[in-house]
């Protein structure tokens, strides 16, 4: 590949960087800002900007009042920082965890996950919570309980899923981290659309205690999406490590991970691809963000070569979606024994979880020991290489709206699931389509779940409507700090704190 000797220049102007985290915890610590101050203003930006992207759904700043009184609350790296739960998979003691569904929202949870425990142990100061597709599902946040969360950077456009609200309230300014979590690209994809960094940790890195010994068959990874390398670094310090009854423990890394920002990666051998594994359309502006990246890299001593897409991209996909609609229909059986029925969910989430209520226990067993696949298709490239690029999404973020099903479709869905005709939907195809649709918008990072592997989505770049453009890293799995080494690599060569959307608090 030719040699790139210069970044095309970047959106946003330097006038005004806003501190991240650990530069927000430092400030604390000398005393220029009180941890009180500090909340206060959060909770001000919130105000101010919130009703315009309707990123933060539940108000917790009363139970912020009464942590800042207590002075373990003020203990760790990241003392009195203002911080936002995702509303999915993070529950918090007496405090509800919607799932992005209003009934679920009136149930508070009994008990607080260990990666909460351990932000609060950090020291950080949980104000709210954000808002979430209905049990996670899309890679869109529009809930019919709360409502579509708008992009800072064009209210018309989603910000992504599943962690849209954190990566809405994030990029519009609100807090300097926010809490993600990623099965298919939820920290990946909303990083990207909102010009983010969001770092997705390998299988089993991040505890899933006390309800899970893992998510989604391991799919499912938390952890942050920040405006700096170093914030996602020094977090995945906080939560990385073992909860007693976890199923396997991971070895963890030769040095914190935080040290591993600003260190030189050493010379790598980089795979690129810019096809579509499911071999649909990839956005111009997304391919030619990869390709850059990779020219960058070269320039700064990699080597790159391009390479065709990992695997049997359809055959992941087929995969990919058993397990996620066999997931569904666990879900909601689990929720219908708390006495919460189906019929309290969407109709898009009833018919999931109709469909996976009808796959065999064979078909479901044969679909994840198919997972090997891609396993062995990514060690085998890593065996080659170091790094693995990708552009992190192939379209745009989509309008609000867009992906819906139309009105005849749900037409269709309510009466099929009125009527129990379980086998007509599965051959309708209907919900089958609009599931593959969606990961033709977003066919990248499905791999790296499956495979357990870390991925990351660094911004690049807006397009010609001033969206943002990310591009994806994977690396072998263990091999976070490989990633945070290229990242703060490219975070030096191309800074992006200072991208400002027009939505943003001042």
């Given amino acids: 590949m030719a040699a790139h000797t210069s970044p095309p220049s970047l959106p946003g102007s330097v006038a005004s960087v806003a501190p991240d985290g650990l530069e927000l915890a430092a400030r604390i610590r000398r005393g220029d800002i009180s941890a009180a101050q500090a909340l206060h203003d959060a909770i001000g930006r919130c105000d101010a900007v919130n009703p315009q992207i309707n990123a933060v759904i539940n108000d917790l700043r009363v139970r912020a009042d009464a942590q800042l009184r207590h002075a373990q609350a003020l203990q760790g790296i990241f003392a009195g920082v203002p911080f936002l739960l995702k509303d999915l998979g993070m529950d918090l003691s007496g405090v509800p965890t919607s799932q992005g569904n209003a009934r679920v929202a009136k149930i508070a949870a009994g008990q607080t996950d260990a990666i909460v425990r351990r ?7 949980i104000f709210g919570k954000t808002n979430t597709p209905e049990l996670g599902l899309k890679a869109i946040t529009e809930p019919v309980a709360f409502g579509p969360t708008r992009n800072p950077w064009n209210l018309d456009h989603t910000p992504g899923g599943s962690s849209g609200g954190a990566a809405a309230e994030l990029a519009a300014g609100i807090v300097p981290v926010a809490a993600a979590a990623d099965g298919g690209g939820s920290i990946r994809i909303p990083a990207a659309y909102c010009g983010l960094f969001g770092l997705k940790p390998s299988r089993g890195r991040v505890s899933c205690a006390p309800q899970f010994d893992e998510m989604w068959e391991g799919a499912v990874s938390a952890n942050v999406i920040s405006r700096s390398v170093r914030d996602s670094a020094a977090m995945l310090d906080v939560l990385a490590g073992a909860e007693p009854g976890d199923p396997f423990i991971v070895r963890p890394p030769a040095g914190p991970y935080a040290q591993e920002v600003g260190q030189a990666p050493g010379h790598l051998r980089i795979a690129l691809s810019t096809a579509s594994p499911i071999g649909g359309a990839v956005d111009a502006a997304w391919s030619q963000a990869a390709t850059d990246c990779a020219l960058l890299l070269q320039s700064l001593g990699h080597s790159v070569e391009r390479v065709d897409p990992v695997g049997d991209g359809m055959q992941l996909a087929r995969d990919y979606l058993t397990m996620y609609f066999g997931q569904v229909a666990a879900q909601l059986q689990w929720w219908q024994q708390r006495g919460v029925p189906a019929s309290a969910f969407e109709t898009d989430t009833q018919a999931l979880g109709l469909i996976g209520r009808g796959l065999a226990a064979g078909d479901y067993a044969l ?14 490239l890593f065996s080659r290489f170091d790094l693995y690029i990708t552009p992190t999404c192939a379209q745009p973020p989509a309008r609000i709206g867009q992906l819906a099903a139309p009105a005849w479709q749900q037409t269709v869905l309510r009466l099929i699931l009125q009527f129990g005709l379980g086998g007509l939907l599965r051959r309708s195809g209907l919900v089958e389509q609009l599931a593959f649709d969606n ?32 591009v ?7 091999r976070e700090d490989l990633l945070l080494r290229v990242a703060s690599q490219l975070e030096q060569a191309r800074p992006w704190a200072h991208w400002r959307p027009p939505v943003f608090a001042q």
């Fill in 119 to 125: 932000w609060e142990q950090a020291g950080l100061v």
């Fill in 367 to 380: 679909a994840r020991a198919r997972w090997n696949a891609p396993m062995r298709a990514l060690g085998s």
């Fill in 439 to 470: 990961l033709h918008r977003t066919p990248f990072t499905q791999l790296a779940n499956l495979t357990g592997t870390p991925a990351m989505s660094v911004p690049w770049s807006l397009d010609a409507m001033g969206l943002p453009v990310g």
């Fill in 472 to 478: 994806q890293c994977i690396a072998a799995w263990g």
